[in-house]
DNA sequence: ATTGATATTGATAATCATTCTCAATAATAT
DNA sequence: ATATTATTGAGAATGATTATCAATATCAAT
């Protein structure tokens, strides 16, 4: 179900009712380009509901990942970070080992996915395994941490 | 330093000194070709030292990083896991999503990561980052839990 | 609009992997 | 053998995420 629908009140999502919270969470997200941590949807979503509770965050951060309106993406500092699903690209992140934040990088050119597409499917085939999705990560250094190094 | 030569008591790796839990551990990963989380290392460490604390294993697993002598792999269901460093081939690792474990795919063909490389360090250069290694994910389901579903 | 069934909330406690602290011990240099 | 100091194991502490639960808000049926 297409979010703009679910966004109004009286429209559920399955057994998913729209509420303030998951309101104003979705559209943070709308409006942040970036990869959010839950303390900053927190921090974001306080400035609209200074009640909202972390577990309220984690709750729909939860539901919102499992409607496939944003993506979980588990960093290597032990915290998970979110972004809004824009396409169905390949994403490549670096992964700061510095400061912690992800960033995007430019996706990769079509026929270099499709070629991974197949390596990885014809594997997949031969070892019985079943493919949900995958992606190409980078660790090193962000602009800014590699300038204070 | 190979690890060889720090195998054996009197031969320091820098501040390392050599140790029965290191020694341990690290042959722990000589015997097992699988991807082992923390607590499965100090599970088969304890067989050969009964009174080995969890936060050695821990400790341990860290410097043994640190040397390159293992890869840290951190995975989505919360906790990493580690494997011997065999080779510097780019690893691609299925996550499956319904047990957790970690398994190592066939290694993609030799043009297939030279054209990865050269297309991440294009655009690493273009945002002024500083790349140290990069790996493609997949998640999906292992053989076992493919059959179980 | 009012009601009733029930999904959601915020506060708080609990969990779980990992890290820290510290006094006792073991590994190396002399 | 002795002195120096890195390492250990036990247990406490941390930090991100989940679970619990009574109060509340949403939505479908009236
Ligand atoms: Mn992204
Ligand atoms: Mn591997
Ligand atoms: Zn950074
Ligand atoms: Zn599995």
């Not at 297409?2 to 997200?29: D, N, Q, S």
């Not at 951060?61 to 496939?68: F, K, V």
């Not at 809004?84 to 700061?96: A, E, G, M, P, S």
């Not at 510095?98 to 499917?121: A, Q, T, W």
Request: proline share 3%.
């Amino acid at each position: 179900m297409p979010y703009r629908r679910w966004k109004r009140h009286g429209h559920r999502h399955g057994m998913h009712r729209m509420t303030e919270p998951r309101r104003c969470i979705m559209k943070i997200f709308e409006e942040n380009a970036g990869h959010l941590s839950a303390e900053e949807v927190f921090m974001l979503a306080n400035r609209y509901l200074p009640n909202i509770g972390m577990a309220t965050v984690y709750r729909t951060l939860d539901i919102l990942s499992q409607m496939n309106y944003i993506n979980k993406i588990v960093s290597y500092d032990g915290r998970a970070r979110y972004e809004l699903v824009r396409d169905n690209k390949i994403h490549t992140h670096l992964f700061c080992v510095n400061c912690g934040r992800v960033f995007e990088l430019p996706s990769l050119s079509e026929d270099l996915i499709e070629r991974l597409k197949k390596d990885i499917n014809g594997n997949a085939e031969n070892m019985g395994i079943d493919v949900h999705s995958f992606d190409v990560r980078i660790q090193g250094l962000c602009p800014e941490c590699k300038k204070n190094k």
